[in-house]
């Protein structure tokens, strides 16, 4: 094949791709320039029941994500309550606190699109797997994407561009429910728990317990999705999804 002719075809395969390239950067930009945000759980939560002078709930949230703003969420979570219908309300004192609700947000990041339904199929697992460790898991495909989220799931244009990202950000919270149960009710719980001490092992406790709290557990995904999303837009949204979710269970 002659090189000019070897030029020509070059020129213009370099041309279609441009060209469905930038298509395909303009219909992101199109279809996605509006904030989408969703929130799931993995397992539904009912609480029963209880007088007015009963529904008081005292709150811990932690997180093992440095770019989760505990004090913002906290603020959001109260609001959430104060407009609950069922006036359950937030107090100080977890000993006088009907309920006991615990968060614990593993991960805040760049997610590819399957990770958020990979994150809810895995479950609660009680802040056993912090972000760090829900990253390597990704590595190794437990969520497809959850890390390479940053790369892959941002689903970077990367011939047209850095112009045009479909971006999503994902927010996973276990959250645990304690409710004290009514006199006379005891609770018995068998728990095993196991702790990697160091790269040779794990160290297993049985722990067999009587308590007078009753316990629900699930995990809150909250996904935001847009073109070009930065996490300052979108955590704020995320942080009342995920408050919402968790103020909704009562």
């Known amino acids: 094949m002659a090189p000019l002719f070897k030029n020509i075809i070059s020129i213009g395969s370099a041309a279609a791709l441009?060209?469905?390239t930038g298509c395909a950067a303009t219909n992101t930009a199109l279809t996605k320039k509006e904030l989408d945000v969703q929130t799931k759980t993995s397992t539904a939560i009912f609480i029963e029941p209880v007088a007015p002078a009963k529904r008081t709930i005292y709150v811990d949230v932690k997180s093992g994500v440095q770019e989760f703003d505990r004090a913002i969420f906290k603020k959001l979570l109260k609001d959430s309550f104060a407009t609950n219908d069922?006036?359950?309300?937030?107090?100080?004192?977890?000993e006088q606190a009907q309920f006991i609700l615990s968060a614990f947000v593993l991960n805040l990041e760049k997610a590819?699109?399957?990770?958020?339904?990979?994150?809810?199929?895995?479950?609660?697992?009680?802040?056993?797997?912090?972000?760090?460790?829900a990253i390597g898991g990704a590595a190794k495909g437990d969520w497809q994407g959850a890390v390479a989220g940053g790369v892959v799931g941002a689903g970077v244009d990367m011939i047209s561009g850095a112009l045009v990202k479909d971006v999503t950000y994902m927010?996973?919270?276990?959250?645990?429910?304690?409710?004290r149960t009514k006199s006379g009710v005891i609770v018995k719980r068998a728990t095993d728990i196991s702790t990697k001490v160091s790269d040779d092992g794990y160290t297993n406790q049985q722990v067999d317990e009587t308590s007078n709290m009753k316990e629900y557990r699930t995990r809150i995904v909250t996904t935001a999705n847009k073109a070009n999303l930065k996490l300052e837009e979108a955590a704020s949204p995320i942080y009342s999804k995920t408050a919402a979710a968790m103020s909704g269970f009562f």
């Open 18 to 20: 441009t060209l469905l």
């Open 171 to 179: 927010l996973v919270c276990d959250v645990q429910i304690k409710e």
């Open 112 to 133: 590819s699109p399957s990770a958020s339904a990979q994150a809810l199929n895995r479950g609660y697992e009680g802040g056993g797997i912090l972000a760090g460790a």
């Open 86 to 94: 069922n006036n359950y309300r937030i107090i100080d004192d977890p």
